[in-house]
């Protein structure tokens, strides 16, 4: 007779209600622009998606693409120009209609930081370069020109318009809602700043964008890895309210999560190694947020990027064609970023960003959600829809039994704003597991696993309380009796 491991949730116990929304980013490159039948399909998918806070991120590789100011201004020119900006950013704002968005143009203009010679940028706007972010020292050493250069995009899209540095004015008819801007991105990378160093900028940025715009939420930090000391201190520097202008608010943190394999690990051996990376990261949030409830109780957290690299894939870049992504490694991605999602919402985190809607150039492949010949989603995509329609916030995450659980099987139970009671399961392992899970029979199951593959989440009645689970399959089981609304 076969035995089972038992699943099962204490639905009277709530651990927290739940204030995660599970999103992603979208990092704007050449398949974004007019034309493009590739970036068409990817905002589509986007808009098809219809999730809160996506994080649209012009930034590093592609300067004609992200920087509005790319020379600097004399006594009677400026050189400020959105006409390859704008169409991109227009469709994003389609896309996500209706929905908060977080916005952060990532990347200044360089001729803002003091370098020994000039710092050029491709005539092609379609070249992706990684040279463009030089320098360690404003000119500016206020940092007030930096800031205001985000003051006037700020207002390019929220306001029609703004007067430049000799005083003329830019119309450009825009009125869209942004809710939320982040100042910067992985700024221990970009200018390999200090804590010092950004927290004076990231104050002058957000004075000068609330004059714009008074009621905008930030977010600060957007730190690559958090695993040195050195990035320890950033925290700890940044949510000290005692470090910042009077009056300055830190409604945001965030941070960055990717796994990555050496060169020489099989697909096979993968797996555990992105989880124990996971793990890892895990560790550290639990850590960031110890320092955050203690400094500064009020500031809330988003981890902006999560993603895994394949193989040769990832930092440094590498700009020639990439080694091909195996398909076992859109399943695992997919399963990495539902464990990591669940874990998350029990601590309270408010967004969690997969990485990224549509990869622009070969080293960034293996983190796409799309498939970059195609605009179609892959299978990491597809769990992305399955969390964002079957888990939210306002849902009570409950306990799961004491002695109760999986070696491999990642389970978080909720019941949710509808009173329905629902279990997100997650197979952390290449291997297929089965599972007893008491009065699941008669309830539905939605999934995504290797038979799925990049179609939509597939869905059946469960008939027994024997839930089986491919590979790092992800699902969500909903049980057939419904609780009060919650």
């Known amino acids: 007779m076969d035995t089972f491991t038992t699943v099962s949730a204490d639905w009277d116990t709530t651990e927290r209600v739940s204030r995660t929304t599970p999103s992603l980013q979208v990092a704007a490159n050449p398949f ?3 034309g493009n039948i590739i970036g068409e399909n990817a905002y589509k998918a986007l808009r098809d998606l219809g999730t809160d806070y996506v994080r649209y991120i012009p930034w590093l590789p592609y300067p004609k693409l992200a920087v509005a100011e790319l020379e600097p201004p004399t006594d009677t020119t400026t050189s400020w120009d959105f006409s390859l ?3 991109m950013t227009i469709e994003f704002f389609k896309a996500t209609d209706g929905h908060p968005v977080v916005l952060d143009f990532s990347t200044m203009p360089q001729w803002m930081w003091r370098t020994a010679k000039p710092v050029g940028y491709p005539a092609d706007p379609a070249e992706a370069t990684y040279n463009y972010t030089q320098g360690t020292e404003p000119r500016d050493p206020t940092f007030k020109e930096i800031a205001e250069y985000y003051a006037r995009l700020l207002s390019w899209y929220t306001q029609g318009g703004f007067v430049d540095e000799i005083g003329k004015r830019h119309d450009s008819g825009h009125y869209y809602s942004v809710p939320v801007w982040e100042v910067l991105n992985e700024v221990d990378c970009e200018h390999h700043m200090t804590p010092e160093i950004y927290t004076k900028l990231y104050d002058q940025v957000v004075m000068a964008m609330r004059k714009v715009q008074p009621d905008l939420k930030f977010v600060g930090m957007s730190l690559w890895r958090l695993e040195t000391s050195a990035n320890a201190r950033f925290v700890e520097y940044f949510l000290d309210p005692k470090n910042h202008e009077p009056g300055i608010p830190l409604d945001y943190i965030s941070y960055h999560f990717y796994a990555g394999p050496t060169a020489e690990e099989t697909s096979e051996i993968q797996g555990y190694t992105f989880f124990a990376q996971a793990d890892r990261f895990l560790a550290t949030v639990r850590y960031v947020e110890n320092i955050r409830s203690r400094l500064s109780p009020e500031t809330r957290t988003m981890i902006t990027e999560i993603g895994a690299f394949h193989g040769n894939h990832g930092w440094p870049p590498t700009l020639n064609a990439a080694q091909p992504v ?4 859109w399943y695992l991605s997919g399963a990495m970023y539902a464990y990591l ?8 985190i408010d967004a969690v960003h997969a990485s990224m809607l549509l990869a622009g150039e070969p080293r960034q492949h293996s983190i796409s959600l799309l498939d970059w010949t195609t605009g179609q989603p892959n299978p990491r995509f597809r769990v992305l829809q399955l969390l964002r329609d079957n888990f939210s916030p306002g849902d009570k ?9 999986h070696p491999y099987v990642y389970a ?7 009173g329905e009671r629902r279990l997100l399961l997650v197979n952390k392992s290449q291997h297929p597991a089965r599972i007893h899970v008491p009065g699941s029979s008669g309830g539905q199951k939605v999934w995504v696993d290797h038979a799925t593959a990049s179609a939509p989440p597939a869905s059946a009645n469960t008939t027994s309380d024997i839930v089986a689970l491919e590979g790092y399959t992800v699902a969500a089981l909903t049980f057939p009796d419904r609780l009060m609304p919650a």
């Open 32 to 34: 974004f622009r007019p």
């Open 397 to 405: 995450i409950v306990a799961l039994k004491q002695g109760h659980g």
């Open 412 to 418: 978080m139970p909720v019941v949710t704003k509808g």
């Open 341 to 348: 999602f669940g874990e998350l919402s029990r601590m309270g």
């Open 326 to 329: 195996p398909d076992s490694h």
């Open 85 to 87: 900006i704008d169409p």
